[in-house]
């Protein structure tokens, strides 16, 4: 089990590391290139993200799409209703 710090039953091995053996970089390779050079990584890594998802089939989309509207059409209704109810009460109370 871990938190945000890290793992709870093993202690952190890695705070042990001395800064004398950590290598200092420089950007890595993002330093070497211009910014249209950073650009056009950004963009090529967004393409292959892009191309990681599973897009939904027709028949998925207008389904989820349905579920969507009518769970919006039941909100929108028992807004209504409980201002409607609201609205009468403060009528009823202040006259």
């Excluded at 967004?46 to 191309?51: P, Q, T």
Aim: hydrophobic fraction near 40%.
């Amino acid at each position: 089990m871990t938190d945000a710090v890290g793992s709870i039953d093993m202690p952190d091995a890695q705070d042990d590391v001395s800064e004398s053996k950590k290598k200092a970089r420089k950007g890595g390779k993002r330093g070497k290139k211009g910014p249209f050079g950073r650009l056009a990584l950004f963009y090529r890594q967004i393409v292959a993200e892009l191309r990681k998802v599973v897009w939904p089939t027709r028949s998925q989309l207008s389904t989820y799409t349905t579920v969507v509207i009518v769970f919006v059409v039941i909100m929108i209704g028992l807004v209504t209703v409980i201002d409607y109810g609201f609205s009468h009460l403060i009528k009823y109370v202040f006259g």
